[in-house]
């Protein structure tokens, strides 16, 4: 087993309205590693659908140091990390130009039978692979606990472009509303630091969702809700740095 690497060069846009790169692009661009070192190893979206098996986030727990900026290139790399009975962790590290680790990353992912909604076990459903005993980030993932409180509530339709090749809203969409669910005064001046997010129940083309967030100074913990049946989707807890312009 080796580790995955791959360049990236950001893009205009990629970036937000100070130049840095987009929670929701920094998101793409590591499920896209996981995708393109699954289909190296053979155990990626072409396997899995010729299987009737999915690939599905359940975790994420991402450090960032800093953005990368408008037409920075930046270097990525990410091993599978370690392995559970129906679950499997990958990690990842994000370099500078200049060999500076600038964001570093876990996510935890489960192995499903498509039709049947239901978790599977990885070694009597996967080729042979092994595991890099190595943690960019020392995380078990911690419950993430339910806001007390509803200090900012916005409201969200799930969009055609929300929704990925699973059918249903994509990884990377959670972080985004989790993001605009904060004042905006408040966002305007500060940047994430520090993402948690747990995945709970799948989101649906045209439902209504609600996100609810308690922010505490540069704490903020959301829940996701589908307003259509109000099961919770996914929480999220952001810890938010000063953005120094």
Not at 19 to 26: A, C, D, E, G, V
Not at 41 to 66: D, M, P, T
Request: hydrophobic letters at 40%; glycine letters at 4%; one cysteine or more.
């Amino acid at each position: 087993m080796e580790k995955f690497i791959k360049e990236y060069k950001i893009r205009t846009y990629e970036c937000d309205k100070n130049s840095n790169l987009r929670i929701l692009t920094l998101m793409n661009i590591l499920q896209d590693m996981a995708d393109s070192h699954a289909s190296d190893l053979h155990l990626g979206l072409e396997f899995c659908l010729s299987q009737g098996l999915a690939w599905v986030g359940s975790n994420y727990h991402i450090k960032i140091n800093r953005l990368p900026t408008l037409h920075e290139t930046i270097k990525v790399t990410t091993w599978p990390s370690a392995e559970k009975k129906i679950g499997a962790v990958r990690d990842f590290v994000i370099e500078d130009e200049q060999g500076n680790v600038i964001i570093v990353a876990s996510s935890q992912w489960i192995l499903i039978d498509f039709n049947r909604k239901k978790p599977v076990s990885l070694r009597e459903h996967l080729p042979e692979y092994t595991v890099i005993a190595q943690r960019a980030l020392d995380t078990d993932f911690a419950k993430i606990p339910e806001p007390e409180r509803a200090d900012c509530v916005r409201g969200f339709e799930v969009r055609f472009d929300d929704i990925d090749i699973n059918k249903h809203v994509n990884n990377a969409v959670y972080p985004l509303w989790a993001t605009e669910a904060v004042e905006h005064d408040f966002r305007d001046m500060h940047i994430p630091a520090e993402i948690e997010i747990a995945f709970k129940k799948e989101g649906h083309l045209g439902e209504t969702v609600e996100v609810k967030t308690q922010r505490d100074n540069d704490i903020s913990i959301s829940s996701v809700t589908s307003l259509n049946d109000g099961r919770e989707l996914a929480r999220l807890k952001i810890k938010w740095a000063e953005f120094n312009r």
